[in-house]
């Protein structure tokens, strides 16, 4: 199973970005897709999940800027960033899940990550 990430890269403060993930190979049904970042020096943490339902779930930092989705007819996710903060730069990190999970222990599958630089 491959994950593929793009749409990283550098952006001012307030500006919006538009990640996705495309999902290949994988013999059963993804159920969970999430958006996972990991800042220099920092633990990887949640960005948000989405369920096979279409259920999404959001970090604190997320609620009101980002919004994430699923095209299960494309195999992919999106995240869509707005108003942009500086310390939302990190490398974003797709997961893949066949199961719903509140752990990212519990992924399956994980892309190679894509930089995202929010500049001052």
């Known amino acids: 199973v491959q994950l593929v990430e793009s749409g990283g890269g550098l952006v001012q403060a307030g500006g919006s970005l538009r990640l996705s993930c495309v999902v290949s190979?994988?013999?059963?049904?993804?159920?969970?897709m999430g958006w996972y970042r990991q800042a220099p020096g920092k633990e990887r943490e949640l960005v948000a999940r989405?369920?096979?339902?279409?259920?999404?779930t959001y970090a604190d930092s997320a609620k009101g800027r980002f919004t994430i989705s699923r095209d299960d007819a494309k195999s992919t996710a999106y995240l869509q960033m707005n108003s942009l903060k500086p310390e939302d730069t990190a490398v974003y990190y797709c997961a893949a899940g066949r199961i719903w999970t509140a752990s990212q222990n519990q992924y399956n599958y994980w892309g190679q990550g894509t930089q995202v630089t929010v500049s001052s």
């Open positions: 989405i369920s096979s339902g279409g259920t999404p």
């Open positions: 190979g994988s013999e059963y049904p993804i159920n969970s």
